[in-house]
């Protein structure tokens, strides 16, 4: 099975900055896709930042500027460094990974449990 384990949540101050961390265990062959995204009380689940295998980078305009998603290949992790955080950012981030767990496989969608993010004073 696979896992995806998120880290680096917690409360912050308005203009302050929060590091999350993805670590994908388990029987993986590749990894497509790697992404976070995010969900507000009563709000769809939305794509904050996604990066692929060869490093390209897709960004919710939003967070654009501010945010920053990078990946080790070797180590099956992700990454989301957010600056100038906003009482808006607040949500649940969750990372998500598509990835193959063989050779010959399709590649599917897996999900972490999510971490905790508030911005507040």
């Known amino acids: 099975q696979v896992q995806l384990v998120e880290s680096g949540g917690g409360l912050v101050q308005p203009g302050g900055s929060l590091r999350l961390s993805c670590a994908a265990s388990g029987r993986i062959f590749r990894i497509n896709t790697m992404a976070w995204y995010r969900q507000a009380p009563g709000q769809e689940r939305e794509l904050v930042a996604r990066i692929s295998s060869g490093g390209s980078t897709y960004y919710l305009d939003s967070v654009k500027g501010r945010f920053t998603i990078s990946r080790d290949n070797a180590k099956n992790t992700a990454h989301l460094q957010m600056n100038s955080l906003k009482a808006e950012d607040t949500a649940v981030y969750l990372c998500?990974?598509?990835?193959?767990?063989?050779?010959?496989?399709?590649?599917?969608?897996?999900w972490g449990q999510g971490t905790q993010v508030t911005v507040s004073s």
């Open positions: 998500n990974a598509v990835l193959s767990q063989h050779r010959n496989d399709f590649a599917a969608n897996y």
